[in-house]
């Protein structure tokens, strides 16, 4: 008898040792799916159609999107977060005065610069945002201190800029921002010019970025300098949050360019989100139907999309945007001026 209840003790305990080997056996096999990072970007909407751009124009607006989506790249594909990724390609299009964000930002009316920016982190829903500001170099630099160091939202004009100044962010001359294109279009638009017409190929200037990073975490950021000839201390939608700017958990980041008071009225950011997350809509039809809201009231521009999955999208209803994208499945940075224009990679 004692034999045989050591016999069936041994069968037990190997009995219960299968199952955990078999376990540990299958945790081998089907590993966890490693996160992939992706980046989307975009330089500002409007009427581009082909041949407006010189070939050496062209050119440097591709360039200076792909310097910003590898600066971007260069933070995600070494595990950095999409908040430092996005906060760091945006830096680049503001400090390149081909678009209109921080050195190269359009004259208000009374022939100075009055800059736009906000950030947003997916993961907390916190977010930062400043307007008006005319002596921090970079604004997407001082949106991100505000949601950080700040118990505010959003802040404006001179405050703004002292709260930069505390914070230690660099602060310029306000005739940095100038550019002799740009003021060259203010000087038009005194003479009573339609200043859409001033610069047709840039009509609504906006820099702005989305982005995935290896832990699935979602940020949006936007950066504009405004329209030109603006009044009264302006304000469009990029510095709105839910308008321009949006991200939200794992479901999108969205950035905006376009007639900004139509982006407002259709909260044209958080709306893509909604659709995304109640609609169950992909993230490329939440922003052709977003875009479509927009200009179903009369408004045009243009916005990028990324969902968790680092799907990203493009959408407007405008003959063009700058725009490009990276991600870890192709890293070579693939850039776009026109409507018609299909950006290869995955």
């Known amino acids: 008898?004692?034999?045989?209840?050591?016999?069936?003790?041994?069968?037990?305990?190997?009995?219960?040792?299968?199952?955990?080997?078999?376990?540990?056996d299958e945790a081998k096999v089907k590993p966890a799916p490693a996160q992939r990072w992706s980046i989307a970007i975009h330089g500002g909407a409007g009427v581009?159609?082909?041949?407006?751009?010189?070939?050496?124009?062209?050119?440097?607006?591709?360039?200076?999107?792909?310097?910003?989506?590898?600066?971007?790249?260069?933070?995600?594909?070494?595990?950095?977060?999409?908040?430092?990724?996005?906060?760091?390609?945006?830096?680049?299009?503001?400090?390149?005065?081909?678009?209109?964000?921080?050195?190269?930002?359009v004259f208000d009316a009374e022939g100075k610069n009055q800059l736009d920016a906000a950030i947003m982190d997916g993961t907390t829903l916190r977010a930062g945002a400043?307007?008006?500001?005319?002596?921090?170099?970079n604004p997407i630099m001082l949106a991100r201190a505000v949601m950080e160091h700040s118990p505010h939202v959003l802040l404006s004009g001179s405050g703004a800029d002292q709260f930069a100044r505390e914070q230690h962010i660099e602060q310029v001359d306000p005739s940095y921002f100038r550019t002799e294109k740009r003021w060259?279009?203010?000087?038009?638009?005194?003479?009573?010019?339609?200043?859409?017409?001033?610069?047709?190929?840039?009509?609504?200037g906006t820099v702005g970025a989305v982005a995935v990073d290896v832990n699935g975490h979602l940020a949006a950021?936007?950066?504009?300098?405004?329209?030109?000839?603006?009044?009264?201390?302006?304000?469009?939608?990029?510095?709105?949050?839910?308008?321009?700017?949006?991200a939200y958990h794992s479901d999108c980041a969205v950035s905006a360019t376009g007639t900004g008071e139509y982006f407002i009225r259709e909260s044209a950011a958080r709306q893509l989100c909604d659709r995304v997350r109640w609609?169950?809509?992909?993230?490329?039809?939440?922003?052709?139907?977003?875009?479509?809201?927009?200009?179903?009231?009369?408004?045009?521009?243009?916005l990028i999309a990324i969902d968790g999955k680092g799907e990203v999208a493009f959408a407007m209803n405008t003959e063009g945007m700058y725009r490009g994208r990276a991600s870890a499945a192709d890293e070579t940075p693939r850039v776009a001026i026109y409507a018609d224009e299909v950006i290869a990679g995955r």
């Open 1 to 24: 008898m004692r034999g045989i209840g050591q016999f069936f003790a041994v069968m037990l305990m190997a009995a219960a040792a299968f199952p955990l080997a078999a376990g540990a």
């Open 48 to 105: 581009i159609p082909r041949g407006s751009l010189t070939p050496a124009e062209e050119s440097a607006y591709r360039q200076g999107l792909s310097d910003a989506l590898a600066a971007g790249s260069a933070v995600l594909k070494t595990g950095g977060t999409s908040l430092d990724a996005v906060e760091a390609a945006v830096k680049v299009l503001e400090n390149n005065p081909l678009f209109n964000a921080g050195k190269g930002a």
């Open 130 to 137: 400043v307007a008006g500001v005319s002596a921090t170099k």
């Open 184 to 204: 060259q279009q203010y000087l038009e638009w005194k003479k009573g010019r339609n200043s859409a017409s001033l610069d047709p190929t840039h009509r609504f």
């Open 221 to 246: 950021a936007t950066s504009t300098g405004g329209t030109t000839g603006k009044r009264w201390g302006r304000i469009g939608d990029s510095p709105l949050i839910g308008a321009g700017t949006y």
């Open 279 to 302: 609609r169950n809509q992909s993230v490329a039809d939440a922003a052709k139907d977003t875009i479509a809201s927009i200009g179903a009231i009369g408004g045009d521009g243009g």
